[in-house]
Structures are given as C-alpha cells and as structure tokens.
C-alpha cells in the first residue's frame, strides 16, 4: 500500500510501487485533470505539485510519493475562487484545445510560488510545457498578470 | 469561393417547444459529381444542408454546431454571426454541439471544400467522392469539422442565412398576431413596433406556424454589434476549470482498459507472439488479442495495458513494405518525376523558349512525412447499455464515426450511440478519411472489436509511440523545379513537376505572371498513409513555390518582395499583403550587423491571402526564428482575436515542422516515436510574433489552417541571406 496526502487527504492506494504518479492520480483516485501527453516527461500535460514543486507525475513513480503532499490542478481554483492564474488564462483567452492548459498552469503556479516576480527568461526556463495549438505567448502574457494581480 | 448551390431555408415548430430553422441545399451536389464523372445511383434524396438553429420560448437561442471543438473556437464565431443576424442580446445566445444524427448532417459542407481544393479532380478525391459522395445517404453521413470551414461555410452561408429569415418570420408574427405595423423592426431580443415590445419568446409559438420568407434582409454593417468583436470563448471557462471532459477522460462504471502494439510495418499483420504465457501473466492482464496489424492487451489500468503491451514480442508477416525506408521512397519518387506526369497547370509553352544555361535556375526539394501529433493521443471508449453500442471519442466527424462503429460491429446505425467529445488537438487528424486508402480512426474499430468480444466496457488509449508511428501522414514530397530569366532578370518560363495527386490544386500554382508555365505532377498510391494535415497540399506548395521564386529574385539579384510585386498586378492580393507586410517589419533586405536576416512568403489558402516576413540568425549552424510578422487578408472577420489565436498557433504549427519535423521510414515503419525525436517548439524557442489582419465587406475567409504555408519558406528564404539556402526540410535536421 502506498500512501499519499492526494489533495489535502490522506490516502493509500494498493499499486505497484513503479506505477507513475499520473495513473494512480487518473484512475485509481479518479482525478482526470491531470493529463496524458507523452509519458516521458517531455510534455508537461501531466504537470502535478509535489511537496509544492512542479512534477512530472508520468514518470514519477508511485512509491517516491509516499508520505508526500500531492496537489493536482483540482486543488488549482474553482469558478467562483479562481486562482489569480485562471483569471489572467481567461481574460487572454489562452486555451485553444486546452488539453495541456491544466499542466501549463500547474507549472506557472509553482513558477509563481517560487519566483513571484518573474522575468521573461524565468518563464522561458520553467515554463517547458509543450502545446501543440502554439499558445505560447498568451500563456506568457496571463503568468505576467497573474504575477502582478498577486504582488499587488 | 461561395457556394452555387440553391439553398432555402426551412423552419416549423421545434420538438419541445419554439421555432427550428435550417437550410437544406437543392441539387447542387451534381456539379462535383458530374465533374468527377461519378456514377450516381439510387438518389432520390435532395437535402443536403440540415443546420440549424432554435428561437426558444425562454426568449434565448440555441446554435446547434455541428462542428466540434479541437481548439479552433469556431462555435463562438457562430454565435457571433447568428445573434447580429437575428439582433440578439449576448446573454440570449446558446451554443449546443448537434447530436450526430441525419438531420444535423453537413456533407454539403465538406463537399465544398472538397470542391474548393479540387479544380480537377486528384486521385485522392476522387476516391472520396466515390466513396463519401456517390450516393446521398453517404453526404447525410457527414459532420465534418475541417478545410477551415466552420465560419465561412457553417457560419457566413448557412446558419446567417437562417437566422436573418428567422428574425423575419418573428417580424411577420408581430404583423399577423397583433397587427403591428409594416415598420416594425428588432431590438435586442424584441420585435418592436413604435412604443410596442413583444419578446421573440412570446412570438415563437405564433411565429413556427408561419410559412418561412422568401424575402429577408440580412441586417447592415452598422447593426453589427458581435461580428468584429473579440467576443469570449464560450467553452475556455470550462477549460480554464477543468470541466471540459476530453475522449480520454470518458469514464463507465466497470470499464477496463486497452492499449496497442502494432506490427512495426505498414499493411503487414502481426504473425505471433512469442511470450504469450509472460503477458498473460502480468498483474490486472485480462486478455491478449491478435486484430490483424495489431494485438490489443486488456487490462484493469491503462498503465498495466500499456506496460504488458510494451513488453510484447511480435514478429510482423513478411510483406512488401518490410524494407520500406526514406531512402527507397525518395529514390522511387525521383524515378517517377522523370516519367510520365500529368499536366495540372499550363500557361503557353515552356519548350519555346531557348535554353540559355548562364540563365537557368534548377532546385530539387524536399519535404519528409509528418504525424499529427495531438497532445491527446487517440483514443476510444466503447460499452453496451441494454442492445445499444456506445462510442465516445473526440473526432472531427461524429456522425461518420457513428456510421463506420456501427459497419465494423455489424450493427444497426440505430443502435449506436455516438458521444463526442472535445478534442485534444485535431489538425486533420480525426477526420475519417486519408489520400490513401488508410482507415485513420482505426482505434475505433479496435475498441468497437474488443467490446464487442468481452462485452465489458473498454476504454482504448494509444501511447505516444503508438500515436506517432500509427498517423496518417502530411505527405512526403520531392520536387523539382526550373526557370530561366530573361534580361530584365524575369522568369521566362516556370516549370515544376511534384509529386502528389493533388494536381488540381490551386496551391502548386505559382501566382506570378509569368508566360510560359508548365505545373505537373507524378503520382502513384503511397505505400505510407497518407492524410489531411492542417493547410494540407498548402504545406509543401507553399515551400516549394516560394523559396524557388525567392531564388530567382536572387539570380537576378534584386530585393525579393520587389521582384515578387514586379511580377504582380498592382491590385493584386499578393501585392496587398507583401506591401502591408514591408510596413510591419520595416523591411531590412540583407543582413544585420547582428546577424540577422529578414525572409518573405506569400500564399493563399483557405479564402485568406497571407504574408509573412521571418527574422532569423544562424546560431551554432541552427536556424532561430526570431521575430515574426504576418498579415491576412480575409474579408469579413467575425472574431479578430480567435483569428489571431489560429494564425500565430498556425504559423508555430508551420515552424515546428519547418525546424524538426520529420518522420523518417526505416524497415517499413516509422523511426520517430515520441517528442524526445519528433520535437514540438517550445516557449523558449517561439518567436515574437505581430500580426494585421485586413479586413473587408467580402465573405470571410478560413484562419484554422492557413498560419501554416507560409512560415518554412520565409524562414528558408531568410537563411539563403546567411549563406544556407534550405532546399530540404526540415532546416535543423
């Protein structure tokens, strides 16, 4: 049995220590806003917090979460409290698909939570989330929004 | 292009209350069909278009899309269109996606743009016709999301059609229910007359039992308060919180999970596997099937599926592909452009001019094969509910896939139920047909198969690698072109030979005048599958056609977009473009003291003219993009930030193939797996982009796809300045 505090709640799941974070998250717990992109950490779709830091939870295995905080994009904002990053992603009107959206903004939420003022080249160097419909410079544009909304 | 076709719009009482309204197109299907000399049988059906909309009692009004959601936003755009038409308040708009049945077929839709592609029918299309278009029943089938189609054709010829007569049958209600004047107008929702307000609520009831106007007006310009207007998304709030239920996150209760390996050689079945007992064996392994070119594992975590499909030892059938590689494809399509071509493009006689050598302008290109790659890798849900069979996919073309589950489970089309779902990226991808003859939702028939045997619900997903290696392809191309300049350093003659069945195209014709061009093709069936990959023969055109004219402006040593305009009309839309592009980017020919140089393209696709200028420098032998400007010209512009959205995303789309993009062949299969060898641009590496998008009162042109074209060139034509003339894609191979 491996145990994780999955959103806040304690929680053990009777897996194979080297099934990835992403499975056990999508099927076992049944959270699928944590996506499936490439399974070798090239994507970042399946982007989760671990401990606060931004993981890639497709090669992560299970049993190296054990006793760990693991947050998913449910924990991210809801429609009537948004995080500030949900806020700025609308009102650029990022997501195309939106299939990789959910990691993007997992990944720029712990950009922001480490670096709260972030520069271009800190976003260019955390944010290596691949999206395939080219968003790229509105995700940069709402992150620099996001960045400030916080600050203020 | 507009359509010919005759069209009239129907409306009655909607099951449930309020006024339905659509179009249905008359006849119109014989001109593409007489074109393509294509047998006709047993059609005595004449409806075509069934789109529709609904004035509802709540005072509101649903737009009921048939086009689903991959990104592009097109739903949006439609209700923009429709509620200016019927003088709607925002709040009163309602976007439904059309359930997959007849009735919200558009076959007429894809036929269009079928036609458009097609000036004389390729091969490739006329495969489509025989088998999409030779009988009605198989156009009612359509519901097709693709060709840049949803605005222009959905939107701008159909559904504002019915919804300005919808706007007047709730005026005529008003004058025949309460006697209102013959000067009563709209306002926002209410049909007014003097100081008397009726709400279209009130009037639908009355107004669904009028027959439908002939005459109606389509509201002016200046009523225009959506169209134009960077109106919202409707569906990014569900995506921004995670609401948005993608094909992959389809879940029913008891479902268990497949996943694929295939062959490794296309066409060839799998002969064995050699460690059956070992998969069987594997935790949460339910079930190992052999299905022709794959074999399927069922298993209670698409992890476990994956895992034990990953351990499979198969060996594929011998088969005439087995030794199929690039080299071989490339050397074979050499071959074949110093045979026989076909003519698909002949402006008087390229053999009358002498050949001067010291004048001549030879170039040979290159473009590989390219996968799709959607960030959501194909996958299918299928279950039985009572003699129902379910399927639920994110597809381009749900009432297709509805029709094709029901053939490969030998069922009634009746009794399959159809969910589709938004997708995870499309760019041609999911539509249900190829160029070849490849079946490219073949996870479909995987999981309808598997469901049909174990009975239980399957959810199919495909890994990364099986998605890559599994595409229908932008094709691979080889090309060669010539030209000769006369003393004012003008080309003589043009002469291309590609190869492809695309003959017809619009796309392999270069728009320069010129007096003697000869465009031809040599074309024989792809032993890769080969698909419709966003801007679809526009990709390889487009490369081809401008870097050779920017090589000839460069024989005759002149500024490349002077030379292009010199061989232009003044009121040309190329010409339009390049100038508006040379404001944009202030327009540096040469090389910067830093190192920089500026490339040009300009091709039209899709109803929209678009230019692009690419700054680039040479780091470490590597091209890098820079800085990028674009301008379009596309006529009305119905949502100017969702056009921008399509064509910088578009244009990024163009740059990854351009750079990266390859899928090499290798022993019949395709070598790259994942984004580690198949790259996708990254933020770091996306330039900066600045886009104008020109307007007019013409019919609005596509945006999906036509970012696309434009971008290798003009990066290929920047990097000739620094000295590397890119004549092969992709650059930083």
């Known amino acids: 049995m491996i145990s994780i505090t999955l959103n806040g709640r304690e929680q053990s799941f009777d897996v194979e220590g080297d099934m990835p974070l992403l499975w056990l998250i999508r099927e076992e717990a049944g ?77 720029a939420a712990a950009l922001l939570k480490n670096t709260p003022n972030p520069s271009n080249d800190d976003i260019d160097a955390a944010m290596t989330n691949i999206c395939r419909c080219g968003t790229y410079s509105r995700v940069k544009a709402a992150i620099l929004d996001a960045a400030k909304e916080m600050s203020s | 292009m507009s359509m010919t076709r005759r069209m009239f719009v129907i409306g009655g009482a909607a099951i449930g209350g309020g006024l339905a309204l659509g179009v249905i197109g008359v006849g119109t299907h014989l001109a593409l069909h007489d074109r393509l000399a294509v047998q006709r049988e047993g059609n005595n059906k004449d409806t075509l278009l069934n789109l529709w909309i609904r004035v509802n009692e709540d005072n509101t009004v649903t737009v009921l899309s048939p086009h689903t959601e991959m990104g592009q936003g097109a739903g949006t755009g439609l209700t923009q269109i429709v509620a200016d038409e019927l003088d709607l308040n925002w709040d009163q708009i309602k976007l439904e996606l059309a359930p997959p049945t007849t009735e919200f077929s558009n076959g007429g839709i894809f036929e269009g743009f079928v036609g458009e592609m097609v000036g004389k029918a390729p091969p490739w299309a006329e495969h489509i016709a025989r088998n999409a278009f030779n009988r009605l029943a198989d156009l009612l089938n359509m519901q097709m999301t693709g060709g840049s189609g949803s605005i222009r054709f959905t939107g701008w010829q159909v559904m504002r059609e019915a919804a300005a ?120 392994v339910f079930a190992v099937e052999k299905m022709g070119e794959s074999v399927a594992v069922i298993a209670d975590n698409p992890w476990r599926a994956e895992k034990a499909a990953k351990a499979l030892k198969i060996t594929a059938v011998t088969h005439e592909n087995s030794n199929l590689s690039s080299a071989s494809i490339e050397a074979f399509q050499r071959k074949s452009l110093q045979g026989e071509l076909s003519d698909a493009h002949t402006i008087g006689d390229v053999t009358s001019i002498k050949s001067d050598a010291n004048k001549t302008i030879e170039a040979e290109f290159w473009v590989p094969y390219l996968a799709h790659a959607t960030m959501e890798p194909m996958n299918a849900s299928a279950w039985m509910q009572g003699n129902k069979l379910h399927v639920a996919a994110g597809v381009q073309n749900p009432l ?60 199919l997903t495909w890994s990364r690698e099986a998605d890559t290696r599994q595409d229908v392809y932008r094709p691979a191309v080889l090309a060669s072109f010539s030209a000769q300049l006369d003393n004012n350093g003008k080309p ?15 796309a392999s014709m270069p728009p320069y005048k010129v007096d003697n061009v000869k465009v031809q093709f040599a074309n024989q069936p792809s032993p890769i599958p080969v698909g419709f990959w966003r801007s679809v023969e526009n990709t390889q055109h487009a490369f081809f056609n401008e870097s050779f004219i920017d090589m000839l402006a460069e024989k005759a040593q002149i500024d490349p977009i002077e030379y292009r305009l ?168």
């Open chain 2, 400 to 459: 297709y896939a509805r029709v094709h589950a029901a053939k490969v489970a030998g069922m009634d089309v009746d009794d399959v139920v159809f969910h589709a779902h938004s997708m995870g990226g499309g760019f041609g991808r999911r539509v249900g047909f190829s160029m070849s003859d490849d079946n490219p939702i073949m996870w479909i028939d995987e999981v309808v198969t598997l469901v049909k045997k174990h009975k239980f619900p399957i959810k």
């Open chain 1, 31 to 107: 959270l699928r806003g944590t996506k499936f992109g490439c399974g070798i950490a090239q994507c970042g779709a399946c982007t989760v917090h671990i401990d606060g830091q931004a993981v890639r939870s497709c090669v992560y295995p299970a049993i190296a979460a054990q006793g760990k905080q693991v947050n998913t994009v449910e924990t991210l904002g809801s429609k009537e409290m948004p995080h500030a990053l949900q806020t700025a992603w609308l009102k650029h009107q990022v997501p195309q698909c939106g299939y990789c959206q959910s990691g993007m903004m997992m990944a």
């Open chain 2, 492 to 506: 003589n003659y043009w002469k291309s030979a590609s190869y492809g069945s695309e003959g017809g195209a619009p």
């Open chain 2, 165 to 284: 007569a919808a706007r007047q049958m709730l005026i005529n209600s008003a004058i025949s229910k309460h006697g209102a004047s013959t000067n009563t107008t709209t306002d926002a929702g209410f049909v007014v007359d003097g100081d008397n307000r009726w709400s279209y609520g009130e009037l639908v009831e009355h107004a669904a039992t009028l027959e439908v106007p002939e005459n109606y007006t389509h509201r002016a310009e200046s009523h225009r308060k959506f169209i134009g207007k960077a109106m919202p998304r409707h569906d990014l709030p569900e995506k921004v919180f995670n609401e948005t239920q993608y094909g992959i996150d389809r879940y029913v209760e008891g479902m268990r999970y497949a996943a694929i390996a295939h062959s490794g050689v296309f066409g060839a079945d799998v002969a064995n596997i050699d460690n059956l007992d070992e998969i069987n064996a594997m935790r949460g």
């Open chain 2, 566 to 733: 010199s061989l232009l009309s003044k009121d040309d839309d190329h010409a339009k473009c390049l100038r508006e592009v040379v404001k944009l980017c202030n327009w540096q020919h040469g090389v910067s003291a830093d190192g920089k140089a500026m490339g040009v393209a300009v091709q039209k696709s899709f109803g929209t003219m678009v230019a692009t200028v690419a700054e680039v420098s040479l780091q470490n032998d590597k091209a890098r993009v820079h800085r990028v400007w674009i301008v379009t010209d596309s006529g009305v512009v119905v949502n100017p930030d969702s056009a921008r959205a399509q064509v910088e995303g578009g244009m990024l789309f163009g740059l990854t193939a351009a750079l990266y993009g390859r899928c090499d062949i290798e022993n019949g299969g395709v070598k790259q797996s994942n984004f580690h060898d198949y790259p996708i641009i990254k933020m770091t590496e996306a330039p900066i982009v600045q886009i104008k998008l020109l307007q007019s009162d013409n019919e609005p042109g596509g945006f999906g796809e036509v970012g696309v074209p434009t971008i290798a060139p003009a990066v290929a034509n920047a990097l000739a300045l620094l000295g590397k003339r890119p004549t092969r894609l992709p650059i930083n191979a």
